[in-house]
């Protein structure tokens, strides 16, 4: 089954909910940044999180970026989702190993880190984008991301996220669920969240048994009435082209142009998403830098 995205809300009106699969597109990322377990859970968690995000957000070219920087040895991991839902995302250190934790499991919060900050920049194609950002709880990703929606945007916010690693070191299984109560939710509706989370069980077992999304958050929420509001595809995308990284050269402006040019000769630029590599040779360079020019004696 191919990665999916599932929103759904409570027909009594007080939970809306999301849930996503994305084992296909977690493994894409792990071919691409060639990561090790943990760096593959945690990236994996971070997309599917950015995923779900990502796809509520209103108007074409809109976008949402999760950046967690914790003090563990996974440095950065950044995840981009469009507003369809689709993601990319990369990690500083890939190819961090470290041991497992006591009960077997994959040690995200040490490699990611306890001290640090989760950063969202929501991008709704206005003057400035949207940021805010909070403090680590853990670093296992799905509290820290709860976290953020109780501090910064007063949303009462239960997460689940889940990477299943296979002993070849593909992705298993991927993805979660974010469930948040809507105003006018009362301590009962709280409860009724809680205990069918509780007792649903861990996100990657829930996909182990059925990769459907919709099937994970009738489960998770099985008190509750759902009426499904869409369900689509998603998957690993990137935007990168050849314009976007002439566009990234020119930005450079034409001192600092002329300088890589004297320096270098030639330029290589590589996509942090995908590993797309574009070459520029010393006459394209000097080509952009003589079109820069015009423009500047034009003004």
Same mark, same amino acid.
């Given at each position: ?134 403090? @680590? ?79 994970? @958050? ?30 990234? @050269? ?50």
């Amino acid at each position: 089954m191919s990665d999916q995205l599932v929103r759904a809300i409570s027909k009594d009106g007080y939970v809306k909910a999301v849930a996503v699969s994305t084992r296909e597109l977690t493994e894409h990322a792990r071919q691409i940044h060639r990561t090790l377990p943990v760096g593959t859970a945690a990236l994996g968690r971070t997309l599917a999180a950015a995923s779900m995000m990502g796809n509520a957000l209103k108007g074409e070219g809109a976008s949402v970026t999760l950046q967690i920087k914790g003090d563990g040895p996974l440095g950065r991991i950044l995840a981009v989702s469009d507003n369809e839902g689709n993601v990319r995302g990369t990690v500083d250190n890939p190819a961090v190993d470290i041991p497992l934790r006591a009960d077997g499991k994959l040690d995200v919060g040490s490699a990611v880190g306890m001290d640090g900050t989760l950063t969202v920049i929501r991008d709704l194609n206005m003057k400035e984008p949207y940021v805010g950002s909070v403090g @680590l709880l853990g670093g296992e990703i799905a509290e820290d991301l709860a976290a953020y929606f109780v501090e910064s945007e007063q949303i009462p916010t239960a997460c689940g996220l889940g990477v299943l690693v296979d002993r070849d070191q593909s992705v298993l299984t991927a993805g979660g669920y974010l469930i948040q109560l809507l105003p006018g939710a009362s301590e009962d509706v709280i409860t009724m969240v809680e205990g069918g989370i509780y007792a649903a069980g861990p996100v990657t077992e829930l996909l182990k048994e059925d990769s459907d999304p919709e099937s994970l @958050l009738r489960r998770v929420m099985s008190d509750f009435d759902l009426e499904i509001l869409e369900k689509r595809p998603i998957e690993y995308r990137c935007y990168c082209s050849r314009e976007r990284m002439e566009r990234a @050269l020119i930005s450079l402006g034409p001192e600092q142009l002329k300088s890589l040019i004297d320096e270098q000769g030639s330029a290589e630029l590589c996509c942090q998403f995908c590993d797309n590599v574009q070459n520029f040779s010393r006459e394209q360079l000097e080509e952009l830098l003589q079109a820069m020019e015009k423009k500047v004696k034009k003004k």
